[in-house]
């Protein structure tokens, strides 16, 4: 299994490195962190083209990592995909981590090919968005949880370091830190929730310290962009994915101004009509796994005849789109057979945001390496063991 392994996971670093994408980086979120990424690296402020000042609008975490590479390598698709490539083989050795612990040798080989195939990781190998870092991120999570028991105070201190670092990237993420609570619930004392809870909130002090102090900002959380999202997904126009917000409000007025008056607005018309709100989970929930060729449509869309596929572009949206079909049918049926706690339970903390707000397809992208290591185990009982032998996972 390795041997056969091993080479189709060098195959699929080659595919992330290939320069398939546009001259331009398609889509505004896309955009909006590779001038946010650019801006840090040259030591500028966290604003955006669009604000008079310094923003609280987009969660730093993504930016900050981009940041890095481009100090490195400069301005540049050679930035992105640098940066992109680590997190990869990041999220390429948690799959291992997992999967050998959960369902010994044959399921992580299995998880690992899987997720190394994932073709939206592999489109969005060139594209600077969150879901590149949330996704290691959040697989992080459930390695510590599955591999470690929380007997240790240790344990702890490192899953709070990581739960604000997914906070700081995407800041629903938040909801995690409910794992190891569940997971680890025989280890829960007041001290070590107490330590986690003292450790997390120093890693996301700064930050909120900087967004309530930064003129024009004026909140004490992680980003303010929370209310206009809420009710992009919960208006009379919603239809589960985003839909276009047109509320008429004064100028000149705080972030976190502009965003409570979004989130009341949300609120109010979720609580005005519930049935209508109830009608529209399956929905989003549909919008968010319905496809897994969202950047695909990005280059033939906003690449402007430069689509580098040419007329192979619909074949590959068949086959992308039948592969990811059938690994989430496989991944889902493996959780519910096998691992309903250790991988289920994350499974719905990533995706309970989709159901509050609106479904895009790229929201699905952090759950699947855990639908990988569903499918991976699923077909780890189906085949015959090695030769060799397989240690099996251990419990």
């Not at 083209?49 to 987009?58: E, M, R």
């Not at 969660?59 to 890095?68: I, V």
């Not at 705080?254 to 399956?282: D, K, Q």
């Not at 889902?332 to 706690?341: D, K, N, P, T, V």
Request: charged share 10%.
């Amino acid at each position: 299994m390795l041997c056969v392994a091993v080479p189709l996971l060098a195959e699929t670093l080659a595919l992330r490195v290939w320069p398939m994408m546009p001259a331009n980086v398609a889509g505004d979120d896309a955009y909006a962190y590779l001038y946010l990424a650019n801006r840090l690296a040259h030591g500028e402020s966290f604003a955006l083209w669009y604000t008079a000042g310094p923003t609280g609008l987009w969660a730093p975490g993504y930016p900050w990592w981009l940041s890095l590479f481009i100090r490195l390598f400069g301005y540049g698709h050679v930035a992105i995909a640098a940066a992109n490539a680590v997190l990869y083989a990041a999220g390429l050795a948690l799959v291992w981590a997992i999967g050998s612990r959960m369902g010994g040798v044959r399921a992580a080989a299995a998880a690992t090919v899987l997720y190394g195939f994932l073709p939206s990781g592999i489109e969005r190998s060139l594209v600077p968005l969150s879901e590149n870092l949330f996704d290691p991120l959040a697989l992080a999570v459930v390695c510590l949880c599955v591999r470690r028991d929380g007997s240790r105070l240790a344990d702890w201190v490192l899953a709070a370091v990581l739960l604000a670092a997914g906070s700081l990237t995407r800041p629903a993420g938040i909801l995690l830190c409910i794992a190891p609570l569940l997971l680890w619930r025989p280890e829960v004392t007041v001290r070590r929730t107490a330590a986690a809870a003292a450790v997390g909130l120093a890693c996301l002090a700064p930050w909120l310290v900087r967004n309530a102090r930064a003129p024009g900002v004026g909140a004490s959380f992680i980003t303010t962009e929370s209310g206009f999202n809420l009710l992009a997904g919960n208006n009379p126009n919603a239809n589960g994915g985003w839909s276009g917000v047109n509320l008429a409000l004064p100028a000149g007025l705080p972030e976190a101004r502009y965003g409570s008056l979004y989130t009341h607005a949300a609120v109010g018309w979720i609580v005005t009509h519930p049935m209508r709100f109830a009608a529209l989970i399956p929905l989003k929930v549909m919008n968010a796994f319905d496809a897994d060729t969202e950047m695909l449509e990005y280059w033939d869309q906003i690449g402007q005849k430069k689509n580098p596929f040419g007329g192979a572009y619909n074949w590959i949206v068949m086959v992308t789109d039948q592969y990811y079909a059938l690994l989430l049918g496989a991944g889902l049926l493996g959780i519910a057979l096998y691992e309903r706690g250790r991988l289920g339970l994350p499974f719905a903390l990533v995706c309970a945001p989709i159901v509050v707000y609106f479904g895009m397809p790229r929201f699905h992208d952090p759950v699947m390496g855990l639908v990988c290591l569903g499918a991976g185990r699923l077909l780890a009982v189906r085949c015959p063991a090695s030769a060799y032998g397989d240690p099996g996972g251990v419990a």
